[in-house]
């Protein structure tokens, strides 16, 4: 059996020729099952998990031209985060004349599973999807739809199809130099617990232990974050290890809750404790002190995304498929 390409699909053809019925067969066993002989139905099933085949929901008769929509997969519509990127992923499509649909997975992987197939089968002209898609269900429904996808705001090996993102690995050690290089040497972590945030942590540790630093469990917050996990975070952090006189934060909201609490404990910013965010969002920049983050450029990400899908969705080539745009340190006051 082939596997297709991104621009050709599994059909209900290729489920009914695999099953040996007609496609109106495939069609009413996917709709009407208990309308079917139980050994047709058998085959239809077992052709429709050989080829990862999703039913297109939106499919008609009178149906001639593309949907001209493009669904973009978050983790979290809290916070502001993504939303530098998803705004300009918006206005991007808007201007080449397609809408975005905006679907939440929640950090959780069987609903990220979940809305990958409820998306698929609403057949959008593209799927942007923040992250890697992890799941072997997913991944294969994906490359079955034919339908073109861009994962974002990370970097792999072995993308789905197109990728825009950047190293998470690289900013963990990134920041350690940072802060070593500041004579900082008990360094630790108040970090969401997701599967990027995990990355850096790791990659953290690993650059901590290079360095012959002393490892410094972090203080683990759940996602989304806000201020108030991030002053909780550090809280716990120094009363387990008061020793600790830099912090690096999953987010910029993590990082400004930080900064309130060592306010709260009697400590000066940053010649106590210097703190560095993540996402140089609009507020780092008018904190007190002005935070020191990492920058990721969320306008580029969306640009890039939606140049790409909207490429492929018209039948274009996109080269290169896979952009690591990077990241930079943005130094300011609060360390």
């Known amino acids: ?19 040996g019925v007609s496609a109106m067969t495939v069609s009413r066993a996917l709709n009407t099952p208990q309308k079917v002989a139980p050994d047709t139905l058998a085959r239809v099933q077992q052709a429709v998990a050989q080829t990862h085949f999703v039913p297109n929901a939106m499919a008609s008769g009178l149906r001639r031209s593309r949907a001209r929509l493009v669904a973009a997969l978050l983790p979290t519509l809290v916070g502001p985060v993504f939303q530098e990127m998803v705004e300009a992923l918006d206005r991007s499509l808007h201007d080449r004349g397609y809408q975005l649909m905006i679907g939440q997975s929640g950090y959780d992987q069987a609903r990220e599973d979940d809305l990958l197939r409820a998306t698929i089968q609403r057949r959008p002209d593209g799927i942007v999807v923040t992250g890697v898609v992890r799941s072997e269900e997913g991944r294969r429904a994906l490359r079955a739809s034919g339908i ?12 789905v199809d197109m990728l825009v ?7 963990g050690a990134a920041v350690v130099d940072y802060l070593h290089q500041r004579g900082h040497r008990h360094i630790a972590m108040v970090s969401a617990d997701d599967q990027r945030a995990l990355t850096r942590i790791e990659a953290f540790d690993a650059q901590v232990a290079s360095l012959g630093l002393s490892r410094i469990a972090p203080a683990f917050t759940r996602p989304p974050s806000t201020m108030g996990s991030g002053r909780q975070g550090l809280r716990e952090l120094l009363a ?17 809750g930080a900064s309130i609490e060592a306010r709260e404990l009697g ?22 002190p002005p935070l020191t983050t990492v920058r990721i450029d969320g306008t580029q990400i969306g640009r890039l995304a939606a140049d790409m899908v909207v490429a492929r969705a018209e039948g274009g080539s996109v080269s290169p498929s896979v952009v690591d ?9 609060s360390s």
């Open 1 to 19: 059996m082939s596997i297709p390409t991104a621009n050709k699909p599994f059909t209900i053809q290729d489920v009914a020729r695999i099953a």
């Open 325 to 333: 745009l990077g990241f930079s340190i943005i130094q300011r006051q």
């Open 165 to 171: 993102g950047f190293s998470h690995a690289q900013i």
């Open 267 to 288: 400590l000066q910013v940053p010649a106590q404790l210097a703190i560095v965010g993540l996402g140089d969002q609009g507020v780092a920049a008018d904190a007190s």
């Open 240 to 256: 387990r290890n008061p020793e600790v006189t830099a912090v690096f934060c999953s987010s910029d909201m993590l990082a400004l």
């Open 148 to 159: 073109p996808v861009v994962e974002t705001w990370e970097l792999t090996a072995t993308p």
